[in-house]
């Protein structure tokens, strides 16, 4: 099933086109606000909830997504109306997340953080609570996906 918002309407889609898709895969349309990390948290709740042990993704999974969407929402400046992609999927016993945006400027660790620094924390968190994450071109348009696999609690 996969569910796409726009413009804060939700349309959900069972047409038997979308029989095929991938159970357990979700894509959603945000806009680049700051309300949309806490939307993204929301939209991840639901999906896990869909999913079989999904709970056990949602702390950690919840951060990360936070912290991915917020980087969409500051960094990526673009033109009004270049909006936020969020798309989630269970891929071998791991929960990935992908955030889409339209601007290719890259994402960058910042590895010497101050302790009195107000930013550049977001992406170590994003490293310490995934398996694996990264970024690349986005193949179909302009702009970047940024991209981390999270474990389930307690797991590798
Ligand atoms: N989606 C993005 N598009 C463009 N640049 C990005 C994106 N995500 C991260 N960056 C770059 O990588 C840097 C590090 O990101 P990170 O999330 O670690 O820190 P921050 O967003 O600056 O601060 P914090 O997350 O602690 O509020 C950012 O300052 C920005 O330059
Ligand atoms: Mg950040």
Do not use: C
Not at 59 to 71: K, R
Not at 99 to 124: M, Y
Not at 147 to 155: K, Q, S
């Amino acid at each position: 099933m996969v569910r796409v918002i726009s413009s804060g309407r939700l349309r959900v889609d069972n047409g038997p086109h979308m029989q095929a898709a991938v159970a357990a895969s979700f894509e959603v349309i945000l806009a680049r606000h700051r309300r949309s990390s806490g939307v993204a948290r929301r939209y991840l709740r639901d999906f896990l909830g869909q999913v079989p042990d999904g709970a056990g993704f949602l702390d950690s999974g919840a951060l990360v997504i936070g912290e991915l969407v917020a980087n969409a929402v500051v960094h990526a400046r673009v033109s009004p109306g270049r909006e936020i992609a969020v798309r989630l999927e269970m891929v071998h016993g791991h929960l990935r997340i992908e955030v889409h945006d339209a601007s290719n400027e890259r994402p960058g660790i910042r590895r010497s953080t101050g302790l009195d620094d107000v930013s550049g924390r977001g992406l170590r968190l994003v490293e310490e609570l995934s398996s694996e994450w990264g970024w690349g071109p986005r193949p179909e348009g302009i702009g970047k996906i940024v991209w981390a696999l999270v474990g389930p609690e307690g797991g590798a």
